[in-house]
């Protein structure tokens, strides 16, 4: 290489471990805080069209190198906001635990947030904006990156970006439908926004995730100086994998994958298209590979979630969960979940559980025991007579724990289910269906090795749920019989819907807290069995009992916003602007 590249790529690589630690922590806030300028005044944007597989002379790539130093830092921000992970656990928490972990049946709000949330069913403008803020954050972060001319001559940097950007995108699209997809990529920087409709963003999704691969598949060609410097971004700018393009590429097929499944129902040619192409150029296959990021190893901190339950008191474990996990004797519910963390009284005001601080039996009352929350029951102010908060939470293990945006069961579960409907996924659906259970490590911290040689394969030999009611102390009028009626043992004799729900049910279990994807499956599929939500009429009026929650309402607050929703937000949805409309791949047929 020559010397005077060699010493820009040291003070490069220096400059760059210097600015991770810098980064601005963001928490999304008002409408003028969600669009940013290009960092540079003079960014030329870039060609979308720009051939990323071309020869690139090795002064162009430099100067590209020397000039993006420090604006490619942006980049590790994009990565943790995705799912966001920053010391503050607040962005997560209007992320996902005020509306979607509830909506995908892991977690309940045990109280009403000051009047907010009454019950699961019920929407303010304040949360359900929360996930589009945590993209928007992405969205600021990683397109000024995007837009810019440089990074065309820093092929596989860009093609990270599309990666960070496209799996944001897809997350957000499942949530409510419809977003400006195009005009965000492009930076633009002021309303009006354009809204594109589901299937559209999925298209244009896929073609940048195609041009990411051949980018990344390309990357073994190109001379020892281009790797070099590119192994030296990765090293310090990868927050989710293991600084290598192998990994980048696994986890944009590992998307294609996921996309593939989404639209099944309809657009079943496309659909085994793209799933066939991500699997045979390959996905997630080990731990190693899979999308995560460490709060502590970043932050010094737990696990936002484990914050949000045990010092917040401000989300509780599921009944819905708790009948599965019961139904089903899942290994690791003792380490998810704690037993009722205080006394418990019933509606009249009667001891119905003790504690594990005080065992006595005096008024007959039962002793601790891992203990849910209906989704949809009337919450309560955050107060001492407020009995739900003493439910059960995280366990001290789940602290520790990792936050997975992709995990390697997820992509055997999809190659089970795209097996199952005859696609060519390298293995059969049963192998895949094992496969994801066996690598699974529902608490990875704690259990991983220990999993597959003590725990899985007990776990794999139960042919029938166990009988299981679930028992609200508190008030027993929200009873119910648990709906899990499958085991988990695969049938080859069994119909292609029990085959299905076995996946979709084993694939919910594994993906936990990953609940975007959990509620995209609940809603796709229709499993797992979960409890009814009660109280739906506590929404915006557009479910009715027995309904599912199909999509968060655009919040669209400032006039541009309700300007946009209503020229194309609102027509590319396909739709009223309500919790009922189902998405684009949110079909009423039989799920196969």
Not at 124 to 148: A, E, I, S, W
Request: aromatic share 12%; hydrophobic share 40%.
């Amino acid at each position: 290489m020559n010397k005077k590249y060699l010493l820009q790529l040291i003070c490069i690589a220096t400059s760059l471990f210097c600015f991770s630690s810098c980064i601005k922590d963001d928490i999304p806030g008002s409408e003028e805080d969600a669009f940013q300028k290009p960092a540079d005044e003079n960014v030329i944007p870039a060609d979308y069209n720009a051939n990323l597989l071309a020869e690139i002379p090795q002064e162009i790539f430099m100067n590209a190198f020397t000039e993006m130093d420090v604006k490619m830092g942006l980049i590790q921000e994009a990565q943790l906001s995705i799912h966001d992970v920053h010391a503050t656990p607040h962005a997560y928490q209007v992320q996902f635990s005020t509306l979607i972990d509830n909506y995908a049946g892991y977690f309940v709000a045990p109280q009403d947030f000051s009047g907010r949330l009454v019950s699961t069913s019920y929407l303010c403008n304040q949360f359900r904006d929360g996930p589009y803020g945590c993209f928007l954050n992405v969205k600021n972060n990683v397109t000024p990156l995007l837009y810019d001319s440089r990074t065309n001559a820093l092929p596989e940097f860009r093609a990270m970006c599309l990666v960070i950007y496209s799996l944001a995108a897809q997350e957000v699209t499942d949530i409510y439908g419809s977003i400006p997809y195009n005009d965000f990529k492009h930076n633009v920087e002021s309303h009006p926004f354009t809204y594109m409709k589901g299937m559209a963003i999925y298209d244009s999704i896929v073609v940048d995730l195609d041009k990411s691969i051949a980018v990344f598949e390309h990357f073994n060609m190109r001379p020892d100086w281009h790797k070099t410097a590119i192994n030296t971004i990765l090293a310090k700018q990868d927050k989710l994998l293991d600084g290598t393009i192998e990994s980048w590429k696994r986890l944009a097929n590992s998307l294609k994958l996921r996309m593939a499944l989404h639209i099944v129902e309809v657009d079943p040619i496309k659909a085994k298209k793209w799933a066939e192409e991500a699997v045979a150029s390959g996905v997630i296959e080990a731990g190693n590979r899979e999308a995560y990021v460490d709060p502590g190893k970043e932050f010094s901190a737990q696990h936002p979630l484990f914050f949000i339950a045990r010092l917040w008191k401000d989300t509780r474990l599921n009944a819905s969960f708790e009948s599965i996990m019961e139904s089903l004797n899942l290994p690791t519910k003792e380490v998810l979940f704690t037993t009722n963390k205080g006394k418990i009284y019933d509606h009249e005001g009667h001891l119905a559980l003790n504690d594990e601080e005080d065992l006595e039996d005096f008024d007959n009352p039962t002793n601790p025991r891992m203990v849910g929350i209906r989704a949809g029951v009337p919450m309560k102010p955050r107060s001492d007579d407020n009995t739900y908060l003493n439910y059960s939470y995280l366990g001290d293990k789940f602290s520790s724990e990792c936050v997975y945006l992709f995990r390697m069961s997820e992509c055997y579960f999809l190659r089970a289910e795209g097996a199952l409907r005859g696609w060519n996924m390298q293995g059969t659906a049963q192998d895949l269906y094992e496969q994801g259970i066996l690598k699974g490590y529902v608490a990875p911290s704690y259990y991983s090795n220990r999993w597959e040689q003590r725990y899985a394969k007990r776990y794999m030999s139960l042919t029938k749920a166990n009988d299981y009611t679930y028992v609200d102390p508190h008030n027993s009028r929200w009873n119910h019989e648990s709906v899990t009626k499958i085991g988990v043992k695969w049938d080859d004799t069994a119909s292609k819907e029990i085959k299905l729900e076995q996946i979709i049910t084993q694939k919910w279990v594994f993906n936990f807290p990953n609940s975007i994807e959990s509620w995209t499956e609940l809603r796709r599929t229709g499993f797992p069995m979960t409890f009814p939500i009660l109280f739906v009429t506590d929404g915006d009026g557009s479910l009715s009992d027995g309904d599912m929650i199909r999509r968060i309402p655009f919040a669209a607050v400032q006039d541009a916003e309700k300007a946009d929703v209503l020229s194309t937000g609102i027509p590319s949805l396909g739709g009223p602007n309500t919790q009922a409309t189902r998405l684009f791949w949110d079909t009423d047929a039989p799920a196969i």
